[in-house]
């Protein structure tokens, strides 16, 4: 447990440095991608491939920044109560128009399910990225991701950070048919910049433990070949509004 303690402590003031490193690289990259930009109207026709190079290559690092920013702010976002199933809906249409058009999606929800109270963009931040990782990891013929909602009675989580146990009966589960999390990576899987994609960024489990831990939720995975689910647990917006209301 110490471990996991400090593993945590770590992980929160690399989240920090990163959103410091964020902030403070911004300004010189305008500098940088506006003189390309100027050069660019000055330089001989085949030069213009090299300027036109250092802009692109500085959208794509303000991108990249864009991104670790968000773990910066800590301002309190607003909260409603929210209907999961149009959050997973939602997050299905994108998912099925763009980058998950050959996979087949299963979708087993509990129609009973009361609202949690959150953050619509927020959640679907956290569903999108989690749709996104499993699309990744599915085959490329036959790929399968379950959705899945389901009331959970009496289960009672710790939740990061804090001795108390808290009633968090929304479950939110997104599963995939894929070959599993890497056993090496499984013990830091939140944390920022772990990845074993090329391309990846390592940002998306950070930023959904991130949201899913300003929603007062518990995130947990299970990954065996063929079948990696990621569970969310929410607290329902009746009983946060008690909270709210109490205090
Ligand atoms: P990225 O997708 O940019 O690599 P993430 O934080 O979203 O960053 O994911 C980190 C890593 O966790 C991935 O590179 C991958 O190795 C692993 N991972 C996440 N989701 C899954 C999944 N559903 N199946 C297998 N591996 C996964
Ligand atoms: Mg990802």
Redesign the pocket.
């Known amino acids: 447990i110490d471990n996991q303690l400090s593993h945590r402590g770590a992980a929160r003031s690399v989240i920090a440095m990163a959103a410091m490193l964020a902030h403070e690289v911004k300004n010189p990259l305008s500098g940088i991608r506006g003189a390309a930009q100027l050069l660019e109207e000055s330089v001989v026709e085949e030069d213009r491939l090299l300027t036109r190079l250092i802009c692109d290559e500085t959208d794509r690092i303000v991108a990249l920044v864009d991104r670790m920013e968000v773990f910066a702010d800590r301002r309190p976002v607003q909260k409603a109560a929210i209907n999961i199933h149009s959050v997973l809906e939602h997050v299905r249409r994108i998912a099925q128009n763009g980058f998950a058009r050959h996979i087949r999606f299963v979708e087993r929800y509990d129609p009973s399910l009361p609202p949690v109270l959150g953050n619509r963009d927020q959640l679907i931040q956290v569903l999108l ?2 749709v ?3 699309a ?2 599915c085959p490329e013929q036959g790929g399968e991701i379950v959705l899945s909602t389901a009331y959970q009675h009496g289960v009672r989580l710790a939740v990061a950070g804090s001795d108390s146990r808290v009633h968090l009966p929304l479950l939110v589960s997104v599963q ?1 048919n ?5 056993e090496d ?1 499984q013990a830091n ?1 939140f944390d920022p910049f ?4 090329l391309n ?7 930023l ?1 433990a991130k949201i899913v831990g300003d929603h007062g939720g518990v995130i947990e995975f299970e ?1 065996v070949p063929r079948r ?1 689910v ?1 569970k969310v647990s929410l607290p329902m917006a009746a009983d946060s509004g008690a909270l709210v209301e109490g205090a």
């Not at 894929?178 to 890497?182: A, Q, S």
């Not at 772990?194 to 994609?197: G, N, R, S, W, Y």
């Open positions: 990225n989690l996104k990782n499993a990744e990891a995939d894929g070959d599993g999390i890497p990576i899987l772990v990845t074993t994609k990846g960024t390592g940002l998306g489990l950070a959904v990954s990696t990621f």
